[in-house]
Every structure is written in C-alpha cells, then in structure tokens.
C-alpha cells in the first residue's frame, strides 16, 4: 500500500514537471514569435492606399502638373498676385485688385522665366482685368462652364499666397451664386465659395476641377465680423463664364462692352449709416432721367435697404439693365419721396 502511494506520489510529480515544461515551452515559443512577427512588420513596408484613395492622390497630382505652367506670378512694386495664361498671343488674366494703379508689371512663370507684362484692360465692377507679354511659348489654361457646378465638387486652388509660387490647396465647392462685398463699392454677383484655402497672393490664380479646368478665379476670402480675422476655410471665386466673357471682351476690344451690370448713374459716398449721398449725377443717365438729383440721399432701391455704398452696390449686383425700380429718396430740405428708375447697362471703362 505505501509501495503504491509512493508510485502514484512519484507519477504526479513527473506530471506535473511535464506540465511546467511544456507550458514554458509554450509560453517560450510564443514569445519568440511575436518578436519574430514584430520584427519582420518593422522591416516590411506599410500596404499600399486603397485603389480609389490612389486615384484621387493621382488626380491631384496630374492636376497640378497640367495647370501650374499655366498660372503666374504677377508683382508690382506694392505686392503681388497671381494670373492665368488666358490665350496663346499672351493675354493673362487676373484680378483688377492685383494690378489696380499700375500699367507695367513683371510676370514669373512658373518655370522661373521673367517676363514685362503691360496693361491690356480692366473692369474694376468685376474685379477683372487682363494683361499682356510679348513672350511665346506660354500654355494656356482650359476654362470649364461654370453653370455645371455643384455643391460638394473637388477643387485645387493654384497660386503664389505670400509669394510661395506654384502652391496648391485643395477643397470643394462650398456654395454657389453667392453675392459678396469687397469694399470700396464693389460687390460681385454668382461667386464660388470653396473651402480650398485662399491667401494673399492667390488673387488672380486658378480655381480647377479634378479634370484640370479653370472654374473660377480666387479672389477674396472672408474675414470675421467679430474679430477681423481671416476666416479659414472660406473662399470665394469668380466664375469661369464671368471671367472668359468680360476677358475676352477685353482682349477683343481693350475695355467692356457689354456688362451685363444695372448701372444707376450716380456718383455716392456714405452718410455713416443714414443711406447713400449721391455727389455726381450722369446727365442723360437713369437717375438723371427719374429726376435724381445731386443731394439726394437714397434709402433703398427695389425695397431693399442702402444704408452704405456697398449695400447700394449689393442690391445693384442682383439686378440687370432694363429693369424698373422703385428708388426710395431723402431730398436734401428733409422730405421723402420715391422715383421710378428704369436702370441702364454699366459701361465699360
């Protein structure tokens, strides 16, 4: 009987041995191939994007290699800005704002190639104007229609912001048709918002779709009331059909000839907030004809509030040629009356 409990005592011990090896065993195996695993993911290199990811990284890459020679720095000695290749006799467009007071400018490609650009024409109601090099060998850009814009579209915006040339942001169509104020009594109808980044120096470049096509031309971004700020991711572009028709005007015939604007006929300025003083009047124009005169202050046109020059501006920019209105009028003694203005197309300059 002690014979068999000293068996049994001495099989439970080698099972148990046997037990421990082979859990360390286990556990030692285990161990060594985890640290074979890690080591071997350190060494191997990350999985490739998925497909569509890989698309759309080289679709802005084709992009920007299609576009960039077409966009340029333009500089005068007060800043700079951006223009496209609009044509292949060397018209560039850009914004009126970045070459407003100058007539002589110098354009960098964006190969590096400095060039003398000279004023062709500008409409300052736009923000638009176009500019001239002799140099060949420039590559135009491809303009798209505009009116097939969507919200949610993929945009790259290509420019020089703070100088940094040939820079690309990318983001979508934001809005559409949009009315925007840039101060100074210039307001621009229809404009693209895009969440592509705008600074300065892009003013003037290109807005493209994934396709390589000019949308819009990127021209201001929105500040905060609040704050003054720069509001980040809130830009705004003229379309490419506004853009192609008052160029081409300009190319054609060195100024605007069709504007497509409602034009008043008067010369304002502010009242601090009571509604716009007209200073000048147009003879002949439309306000001269309703009876419009200089001293007048005009309160609200189509029912809608002018308390500044860029509200007048404003409402004058959702309006067209050949319209009649209701211009709503503070005579200089005091008294308040309204005229009925049919409104006249804003000449080109």
Do not use: C, W
């Not at 060397?90 to 110098?106: E, L, M, P, R, Y």
Request: glycine share 14%; net charge neutral; no cysteine.
């Amino acid at each position: 009987m002690n014979r068999l409990r000293l068996a049994l005592v001495v099989l439970a011990v080698l099972f148990a041995a046997a037990l421990v090896a082979a859990l360390v065993g286990f556990t030692t195996g285990r161990s060594t191939s985890l640290s074979a695993n890690a080591k071997q993911s350190r060494a191997v290199p990350s999985a490739a994007p998925p497909a569509g990811v890989a698309a759309l990284q080289n679709a802005f890459v084709s992009v920007f290699r299609r576009v960039s020679p077409s966009v340029v720095q333009i500089s005068t000695s007060q800043g700079l800005g951006s223009g496209i290749v609009f044509d292949s006799q060397g018209d560039i467009v850009t914004n009126n704002h970045v070459v407003s007071g100058f007539k002589s400018f110098t354009v960098t490609t964006s190969n590096g190639k400095k060039l003398t650009g000279k004023l062709v024409g500008a409409f300052p109601a736009d923000d638009l104007a176009v500019i001239k090099v002799s140099a060949g060998g420039l590559t135009p850009a491809t303009f798209a229609d505009s009116s097939k814009l969507e919200v949610g579209d993929i945009v790259m915006a290509i420019g020089n912001p703070l100088g940094l040339a040939s820079s690309v942001t990318e983001g979508i169509v934001s809005a559409l048709n949009r009315t925007e104020s840039e101060g100074g009594g210039v307001t621009l109808p229809n404009v693209i918002q895009t969440s592509a980044p705008i600074n300065p120096g892009n003013s003037g470049g290109a807005l493209v779709d994934i396709s390589g096509r000019v949308v819009g031309i990127p021209t201001l971004g929105a500040t905060d009331p609040e704050f003054g700020s720069t509001a980040a991711g809130i830009g705004f572009a003229i379309p490419s059909n506004v853009v192609t028709d008052i160029a081409g005007q300009i190319v054609k015939n060195g100024h605007v000839v069709d504007s497509h604007r409602a034009y008043l006929g008067v010369e304002v300025g502010d009242t601090f907030g009571s509604g716009v003083y007209i200073g000048s009047v147009t003879a002949g124009g439309p306000a001269a004809k309703a009876g419009i005169a200089v001293g007048d202050v005009i309160t609200s046109v189509a029912g809608k509030q002018t308390q500044t020059t860029d509200d007048l501006s404003g409402v004058l920019a959702g309006l067209r040629p050949g319209q009649t209105v209701k211009v709503a009028l503070t005579k200089q003694g005091g008294a308040r009356t309204t005229a009925s203005v049919t409104l006249g197309e804003y000449p080109g300059t």
